[in-house]
């Protein structure tokens, strides 16, 4: 099994770093049988699987559950586990009693929070208490009001320089490697050498040291996309197409047969 180490290694012989966001025990299977490097479950399972239209209503319970199926899908793949909006950002004390309720009872290897210098005594404490941390800069969706919605960050000057500031105060402060999400390529290229850390791209150009999609974004599950999702598989239309014709034979007694059938 992977632990931080590897990552921090990986960076250092240029080794590209693939990670998988997912929320279940089939899909997390399937990434460990497909030789992914690493699992996020991320709080987008708020929007993904529950359907709402933002990832601040999820829970740290609802994180746990998650991360336990995933867990038991990929017992041997390195899983970091998203902290949730306000499981962090009240007190020190409280981000450490979450974070350390979701490695004991999922028995994953990290959390994810997200945020920089505002954040960093946080984190810190975090790390501190034996608690392995991924940061997250960029497009960081638990701040989607604030930062009015979800779009390109880092495309001012100033943007910039704040983004660049705070990845190295988070690798200063320990944490093994930071999510750059939906920020220009050059400055994802910019932020990938100037650091030690490895960075995990997700809408930040192929300079990142590593990529992370969505499960259900990668094979197709919705009609529409975001630009930086590559579709590898159609998977929602066969599914749909499944379901149809499943519903067609039921109706027309074609299903079961004789070879669905025990006799």
Same mark, same amino acid.
């Given at each position: 099994?992977?632990?931080?180490?590897?990552?921090?290694?990986?960076?250092?012989?240029?080794?590209?770093?693939?990670?998988?966001?997912?929320?279940?025990?089939?899909?997390?299977?399937?990434?460990?049988?497909?030789?992914?490097?690493?699992?996020?479950?991320?709080?987008?399972?708020?929007?993904?699987?529950?359907?709402?239209?933002?990832?601040?209503?999820?829970?740290?319970?609802?994180?746990?559950?998650?991360? =336990?199926? #995933?867990?038991?899908?990929?017992?041997?793949?390195?899983?970091?586990?998203?902290?949730?909006?306000?499981?962090?950002?009240?007190?020190?004390?409280?981000?450490?009693?979450?974070?350390?309720?979701?490695?004991?009872?999922?028995?994953? @290897?990290?959390?994810?929070?997200?945020?920089?210098?505002?954040?960093?005594?946080?984190?810190?404490?975090?790390?501190?208490?034996?608690?392995? #941390?991924?940061?997250?800069?960029?497009?960081?969706? @638990?701040? #989607?009001?604030?930062?009015?919605?979800?779009?390109?960050?880092?495309?001012?000057?100033?943007? *910039?320089?704040?983004?660049?500031?705070?990845?190295?105060?988070?690798?200063?402060?320990?944490?093994?490697?930071?999510?750059?999400?939906?920020?220009?390529?050059?400055?994802?290229?910019?932020?990938?050498?100037?650091?030690?850390?490895?960075?995990?791209?997700?809408?930040?150009?192929?300079?990142?040291?590593? *990529?992370?999609?969505?499960?259900?974004?990668?094979?197709?599950?919705?009609?529409?996309?975001?630009?930086?999702?590559?579709?590898?598989?159609?998977?929602?239309?066969?599914?749909?197409?499944?379901?149809?014709?499943?519903?067609?034979?039921?109706? =027309?007694?074609?299903?079961?047969?004789?070879?669905?059938?025990?006799?």
């Amino acid at each position: 099994m992977k632990t931080i180490n590897d990552f921090i290694e990986a960076k250092e012989k240029k080794e590209k770093i693939t990670m998988v966001s997912t929320y279940d025990y089939w899909s997390a299977m399937l990434c460990q049988e497909a030789g992914v490097d690493s699992i996020l479950v991320g709080d987008s399972v708020g929007m993904v699987v529950q359907g709402k239209e933002t990832t601040l209503p999820v829970t740290v319970d609802e994180m746990i559950y998650h991360a =336990k199926a #995933v867990r038991r899908g990929a017992p041997d793949t390195f899983i970091v586990v998203d902290m949730p909006f306000l499981s962090y950002q009240v007190s020190k004390e409280q981000a450490v009693e979450n974070a350390g309720r979701i490695l004991k009872e999922t028995g994953c @290897q990290a959390v994810k929070v997200e945020g920089g210098e505002e954040i960093a005594p946080v984190i810190e404490k975090m790390i501190s208490s034996g608690i392995p #941390v991924m940061g997250h800069l960029g497009l960081t969706p @638990q701040s #989607v009001h604030a930062l009015g919605g979800y779009k390109v960050q880092g495309k001012t000057k100033e943007q *910039q320089r704040k983004i660049i500031k705070d990845a190295q105060i988070l690798q200063n402060i320990g944490v093994f490697s930071i999510v750059l999400e939906v920020i220009p390529s050059t400055l994802a290229k910019e932020i990938t050498d100037i650091l030690e850390i490895p960075t995990i791209g997700i809408g930040a150009g192929k300079d990142t040291d590593g *990529q992370v999609l969505v499960f259900q974004d990668m094979i197709g599950i919705f009609e529409k996309s975001p630009k930086f999702v590559k579709r590898y598989l159609e998977g929602g239309k066969l599914i749909k197409e499944a379901l149809t014709k499943f519903n067609e034979e039921v109706k =027309k007694g074609i299903f079961p047969d004789n070879e669905h059938t025990y006799q």
